[in-house]
């Protein structure tokens, strides 16, 4: 019995001090994991399918779709840290997936962004989903920055969603990005994605090698994970598309981010291939002047 007690006893000091835990410290303590984590990956940041210092992992639980991101880029903290800290900024990122038709940043104390989701090709806005996110800057210091947004709920039974995005310098010139991807799916998007994979995705694979053929040619990540894995690059790719372009003269950074969002992803072809260029850079030029009327 008293064994007992102290076990609940100790459940609920450690429940209490996750509930309780001053902002700074709960900073404090992402900031140190993602330093463990930068520390722990160096050898899979210099050898990798990505021909980059990137790693990506996915993971599938039940009822639940997280992708993750971690990638050494070329660019001064303080310089990501002010691209990715406004609601306004993100915006401009998220339009560049395929998917994303419009993104419009709102509210005054608690900002949120409505995206309007659709199919990978050019449609009218009101055939778009639209999908509000909660959007928070969780953590800024002079080392450590966090930005979260979430939404309840999301088209065919999907919910729950999450983007997380961390970054820390690594030296005077590089950071490290971490983005995570998630989200929940019910019934409806479950039947949805097998009828998909079974059909239009059923050729499609993502990136993690399960395998290699004898002949030395990889089995990637097929299936969900396959799917999640796409998405969660196509985001990343975006962030990194907009951090390449951000020291160009306002005026010309908007093509800059669709043509390098583009040239990205046609890097891995064999996943992210969709539409040929010119059709993607006409797409993009007519969501952005829309984006732009408001």
Not at 205 to 212: A, H, I, N, P, S
Request: charged content about 25%.
């Amino acid at each position: 019995m008293r064994t007992s007690v102290s076990a609940r006893f100790l459940r609920a000091a450690c429940f209490a001090a996750a509930v309780l835990l001053p902002p700074l410290a709960a900073s404090a303590q992402d900031a140190a994991t993602l330093r463990t984590r930068h520390a722990a990956m160096q050898d899979r940041f210099q050898k990798n399918q990505f021909g980059r210092p990137l790693v990506l992992e996915s993971v599938q639980t039940s009822g639940d779709l997280k992708g993750d991101v971690y990638a050494i880029v070329d660019h001064p903290f303080a310089m990501v840290q002010q691209a990715l800290q406004s609601a306004d900024h993100w915006c401009d990122i998220l339009i560049l997936h395929l998917n994303v038709k419009r993104c419009r940043a709102g509210g005054e104390t608690a900002k949120t962004l409505k995206l309007n989701v659709g199919r990978k090709f050019d449609q009218p806005i009101e055939d778009a989903y639209e999908l509000a996110f909660s959007y928070r800057v969780a953590a800024a210091s002079a080392d450590y920055l966090q930005v979260l947004l979430s939404a309840d709920e999301g088209p065919m039974s999907t919910k729950n969603y999450r983007i997380q995005v961390e970054a820390m310098p690594i030296d005077a010139k590089r950071s490290l990005i971490h983005m995570s991807y998630a989200y929940g799916y019910g019934f409806a998007a479950r039947v949805a994605m097998q009828t998909y994979l079974s059909t239009l995705g059923s050729q499609k694979v993502g990136f993690t090698v399960l395998e290699r053929k004898p002949d030395g040619k990889p089995v990637y990540q097929s299936g969900v994970l396959g799917l999640l894995e796409r998405n969660t690059m196509r985001y990343y790719l975006a962030i990194d598309a907009y951090l390449s372009a951000y020291a160009l003269p306002a005026a010309e950074q908007p093509e800059r981010r669709i043509r390098e969002w583009y040239a990205s992803t046609e890097r891995y072809a064999e996943q992210l291939h969709e539409m040929e260029k010119d059709e993607y850079l006409e797409m993009k030029r007519k969501e952005m002047r829309r984006q732009q009327q408001g």
